[in-house]
């Protein structure tokens, strides 16, 4: 059951959007950490766990020679009295010094009683030994048992004992010396701060060291990303850089991509104007036999001719409009089109006032130079035809992404409950005007075309505004 329950959290825990999200930089990079944080949190415990060990071996091998050399110096007098050796460390002789040595008898209340204790020991209480000590010395007489007891003032004791049998008495005595621990567990503190510093400065240079191997790694493929991006943008075409093997077959499949996308774009456009010649040829025939007999039914068939040509023109446009948008790199500055148009409209229209303002010459517009001559001149002609004396025109940049112009008039504008109307295919502002009523419709099918949009209000002038928003490229 644990095994089964275990399986499924791991494959979570590996999954992208727990290790990283969805950067291969931070996946790399984390795992490394994970592992190294591991690897050096155990290396820290060993290191801690065997220098406090070995601190107490070397503890308990003084506190064994100093009962040996307490039981060497014990006598027995005639009377089976305890004296005590002569201890040449000093400690012993200084009061709450840490350093203490008792002499007891266990009697038969399973308690030891003192029989002789160091100077050092004073007023305190006798060294205290509990029932799993005695019951080892029991069982094992000559032995040494150590363990921690509380000495004077709260010190924390290491505490040795041993039984043995002094010449001159039956009973045997329990030799126990003691030694305040406390410095050893403050070295062993200082030994595992240092340990720890030490290590948490190992492993930030082990993932900084991680952080830069990864970089430097993964650098070709930042590369070969910059350089699609420059393909994208239409400032190459394609990926010319030197890869490293691995990345090679990848980038190679990239090109032929490009180039297959072009190519199959480059069909489309041919397809599309081989279907406009086959279809402008029979309806130019039949508006010439119309023409050329007049009468009631070369009249209805002249109407209808002109309006197929229409919708034949639109859906060409838009055809056109959408295999150009889905080739890669196509750019236009938006400033030297709008300079162009108004030009070319200043001399048509004389009377009225054309208002261009370009914008910001670095502009570019993610596509081809004719759509968005035909987007902005349908725009542009139809303000100058419905205005009274002057039209308005301003590029911007919305953000890194898209571009608007804005084309305003004074004409007499539109109702809102209207507009809706004349971006359909056929729909006119005025039936007196020449033309099909394509050209708002037109706009609107191309700007969709290219994933934007056209927007119809009221101008502050009194006319239509019209607002137009195009992909940007980046300059």
């Known amino acids: 059951m644990g095994g089964g329950t275990a399986q499924p959290r791991l494959r979570r825990f590996f999954q992208p959007q727990s290790l990283g999200g969805r950067s291969l930089v931070g996946r790399l990079v984390l795992l490394a950490a994970i592992w190294c944080v591991a690897l050096l949190a155990g290396a820290g415990v060993l290191l801690t766990t ?63 009683h003192s029989l002789a204790r160091s100077r050092s020991m004073w007023d305190a209480e006798d060294l205290a030994a509990g029932p799993d000590v005695l019951a080892q010395l029991k069982r094992k007489p000559n032995s040494r048992v150590f363990y921690d007891g509380a000495g004077p003032h709260d010190q924390l004791l290491r505490i040795a004992a041993m039984q043995r049998i002094l010449p001159g008495r039956a009973e045997p005595i329990v030799f126990l010396t003691a030694e305040d621990r406390g410095p050893i567990e403050e070295d062993a503190r200082r030994f595992s701060l240092t340990t720890a510093i030490a290590l948490v400065v190992l492993g930030a240079g082990l993932v900084a060291a991680v952080v830069i191997q990864v970089r430097v790694g993964l650098s070709p493929l930042f590369a070969m990303r910059r350089d699609l991006a420059e393909v994208r943008k239409g400032k190459a075409e394609g990926l010319g850089g030197h890869y490293p093997t691995e990345l090679q077959p990848l980038a190679d499949e990239l090109n032929a991509l490009v180039e297959h996308n072009r190519e199959v774009v480059e069909r489309q456009r041919t397809h599309v104007g081989n279907l406009a010649h086959a279809l402008k040829t029979p309806l130019s025939a039949m508006l010439m036999e119309a023409q050329a007999q007049p009468g009631p039914l070369s009249e209805v068939v002249e109407r209808q001719a002109e309006l197929m040509r229409g919708h034949v023109e639109h859906h060409l446009r838009r055809a056109r409009a959408a295999a150009r948008s889905q080739t890669l790199g196509e750019r236009t500055p938006v400033a ?52 009274r004396t002057e039209v308005a025109a301003t590029v911007e940049a919305l953000d890194a992404r898209r571009i608007r112009i804005t084309i305003e008039d004074d004409g007499l504008g539109l109702p809102a409950d209207k507009r809706a109307e004349v971006l359909r295919r056929g729909a006119r502002l005025d039936e007196s005007a020449p033309g099909t009523g394509l050209g708002l419709s037109i ?25 137009i928003d195009l992909p940007r490229a980046d300059s």
């Open 336 to 387: 030297p089109v709008m300079e162009e148009l108004t030009r070319l409209l200043e001399k048509v229209y004389r009377n009225k006032d054309i208002d261009v303002d370009p914008g910001d010459p670095t502009l570019i517009f993610a596509g081809e130079r004719q759509d968005l001559l035909e987007i902005v001149g349908n725009v542009l002609e139809n303000a100058c035809k419905f205005a």
């Open 50 to 112: 065997n220098f406090h060990s070995a601190a107490i071996d070397r503890f308990d091998q003084g506190l064994s020679e100093d009962a040996d050399d307490l039981y060497a110096g014990a006598s027995v007098g005639p009377e089976g009295e305890v004296y005590a050796p002569a201890i040449t460390d000093v400690r012993a002789t200084r009061v709450y010094s840490g350093k203490y040595w008792e002499l007891a008898e266990l009697h038969a209340d399973g308690k030891l």
């Open 443 to 467: 706009v609107d099918d191309l700007a969709r075309a290219y994933d934007g949009g056209l927007k119809l209000g009221d101008s502050e002038r009194g006319g239509l505004k019209v607002e």
